[in-house]
């Protein structure tokens, strides 16, 4: 009578975690060989606590189904973690493996620094935990960020090595709500994704000032060409040019775009050839408008401008 051989089927490697949305978590892993078909279940293990308790939070009875959806996380007020267990059947009846790794889902917090007017209100500090210490050896060294603006797309917008887990992200905009995910890739082909976190950004910097820099006028016809230097703050959208004269002051024009740096004034011969008159340059940025130069003029048989 020959020997009977026993063999335990192992637990499989748990290799990704991702959130999804409502913050469904979605594990994948690599099965277990199991060349007698000993295989009875895998028992996937959750817990809100490093330390427990765990608790099953389902069975699978098919040992090619590589991945679970948990649909009861609260990921709002804390975290999860899973491990699983294989259940199998050898001859001597039935046992559990021991247990997988336990990982945790990458959950990210975003805070944009754009509350009060300071040098880095145009930043957003990220920060994430990791999925596993140390480690997992088939994932990869790095953590790709994503960036998504209001009504735009997702952006890869840079990665940080295993071991630091925050960024600090410039936003050059006024104002915007910036949302943000991170992903790790694992060699087996699944992807490990965090939460989506988003909060206000904005850059409430006063742009650089572009100066005046050139006046002429057409004696004849009265045209008042002005120019002034480009903008160099990448956010502005444009220029307002205003016009006070001693009856009074209103706005002349909007010249959009930040390489556009002239503008032509017309029809002002009965206007300047008798009165002293003002001119401001006000730039736009995201809808607002910043005054940035008074200029003075007398307009005679001379034009001169000088700083008010």
Known sequence: MGQQLFAAVVSPELKCIAVGANDDITLTWVPPADPLSEFISYKVFHATSVSGPYSVATTINNINQLTYTYTTANLTTGTAYFYIQTVFDDGSGEQSSTSSDTLQPMLITVEGLSAVPTPFESQ????????????????????????????????????????????????????DS????IEVSDATGCVSVSNVV????????????????SVSINPITGEVQVGWSSGVSGDIDGYIVLLELSTGGY?????????NT???????????????????????????????????????????????
């Open 198 to 213: 988003g909060d206000e950004v904005g850059d409430k910097t006063a742009p650089n000032t572009p100066q005046i820099d």
């Open 262 to 308: 002239f503008f032509l004034m017309q029809a002002l011969v009965q206007e300047v050839n008798q009165k002293r008159m003002r001119c401001w340059l006000s730039i736009l940025v995201g809808g607002e408008e910043h005054r940035i130069q008074v200029q003075q003029a007398q307009t005679t048989k001379q034009f001169f401008w000088k700083p008010c």
């Open 124 to 175: 957003a500090s990220i920060m994430w935990n990791k999925i596993h210490t140390p480690k997992l050896a088939s994932h990869s060294d790095w953590y790709l960020i994503y960036r998504k603006m209001a009504g735009a797309s997702w952006a890869l917008i840079d990665s940080t090595q295993f071991g630091a887990e925050n960024y600090l992200d410039s936003v050059a905009v006024c104002n």
């Open 178 to 181: 910036a949302y943000y995910r």
């Open 251 to 259: 706005q002349i024009d909007t010249v959009w775009g930040i390489g």
